[in-house]
């Protein structure tokens, strides 16, 4: 059906849409006179199906030409024809591509909702309500985009920067070479421009094309059309709003400031080793558990200075005839036991008895 080659096309009436009272949108749709794209995009909405069909089924591009049949007859279409027939401008660049990328940059800010530039390969929800409708404008009735039309490609972006900063184009070519694009096979253009060909077609001498059809109210902009675009916008803007989780922030780690000049000191994995002389610690301990406490002898109070010539000389734990030796075997089993950390007696064992070491045995 040729009604796919216009499902999405955007037709403007610009006496309708200026006399809105929305300074935005009536800055845009000037701005779009001033460009030279409304004798393209205004011109009369006349759709002959049975032609389109027979047109997009037998073109071809002939050394820059468009060459088709319709209705039997063949049809030619040249550049030159293509621009007269719309009044499209021929001076200024001829690809969009050549627009400079200061202009560009100008353009992101300006169409932004925020102020901030937009990024292309985002969403048109970055930009404000009357620059969307133009994004809309330019991928379905200028690029004729294939898709989705929510994001923002570099080309439809570089359609609208002509457009909003006044870059002076070659429309002519430009749209001229959009179609050769459409028409030839193995490119991602959609069918389109059916109202313009539809124009084109009903010029040519000799051709009876047979009755019209009626090209779709709703796809044409008037003030009522862009009224209800608005409300739409604003109603999911609004929905969007209510199902949106809040965010919610996350804890800030407390982290104490480190000086930059003091060096970081790394960890280092200690791993326990087993002590090499555990086997002469487990004889030890047995040495520990059969010897036998001393008995601390507790010291006698110091009498007063003046008595002192009246009390005995105090007694000496080591006398002086004993072997030095075996003092020094005595005190080295103290200084062990009082290394060691106690040691733990199970129930079930009998208590050891603890008796009295006396420093005068001579074994000792």
């Known amino acids: 059906m040729a009604s796919s080659f216009y499902s999405n096309t955007q037709h403007i009436d610009f006496a309708s849409v200026l006399a809105m009272n929305d300074p935005g949108m ?3 749709f000037q701005a779009l006179i001033a460009s030279g794209l409304e004798g393209f995009l205004g011109c009369t909405t006349v759709v002959y199906e049975t032609a389109l069909v027979d047109f997009f089924e037998n073109v071809s591009v002939r050394d820059g030409v468009i060459i088709s049949t319709a209705v039997g007859q063949l049809v030619e279409i040249s550049e030159e024809w293509f621009a007269e027939m719309f009044e499209l401008p021929v001076d200024g660049l001829a690809d969009v591509s050549e627009i400079p990328k200061d202009k560009i940059f100008d353009a992101s800010s300006i169409v932004s909702m925020t102020g901030d ?7 048109k929800s970055q930009m404000k309500i009357h620059y969307r409708l133009l994004c809309d404008i330019m991928a379905k009735s200028i690029s004729v985009k294939a898709g989705s ?6 080309e439809k972006f570089s359609l609208m920067t002509a457009v909003v900063c006044k870059v002076k184009m070659n429309w002519g070519r430009v749209l001229f070479g959009i179609l050769k694009m459409m028409v ?3 490119t991602k253009k959609a069918k389109g421009f059916a109202i313009q060909i539809s124009l ?10 047979g009755e019209s059809s009626e090209f779709p109210s709703s796809n044409i902009l008037t003030k009522k059309t862009v009224h209800r675009y608005i409300a739409v916008i604003d109603k999911s803007g609004a929905q969007d709003a209510d199902v949106a989780p809040k965010a919610t922030k996350a804890p800030k ?4 400031a480190v000086p930059a000049d003091v060096p970081v000191v790394k960890r280092k994995r200690t791993t326990k080793k087993k002590d090499s002389s555990s086997k002469d610690n487990l004889e030890l301990m047995a040495v520990a558990q059969e010897a036998v406490p001393i008995q601390m002898i507790e010291g006698s109070t110091a009498p007063a200075a003046d008595d002192t010539a009246d009390q005995p000389a105090a007694v000496d734990a080591f006398p002086a005839d004993r072997p030095a030796e075996e003092i020094e075997s005595v005190e080295r089993v103290v200084e062990q036991l009082a290394a060691e ?5 199970p129930a079930e064992e009998p208590a050891v008895e603890v008796s009295r070491v006396n420093f005068d045995d001579p074994e000792l």
């Open 149 to 154: 039309f929510n994001a923002i490609t570099v």
């Open 184 to 186: 030839t096979s193995g």
């Open 341 to 345: 950390p106690a040691v733990q007696v």
């Open 253 to 256: 780690k407390c982290t104490a």
């Open 200 to 209: 084109l077609l009903a010029n040519v001498p000799n051709l009876e094309l």
């Open 26 to 28: 009536v800055s845009m």
């Open 117 to 123: 530039p937009v990024i292309l390969s985002g969403l």
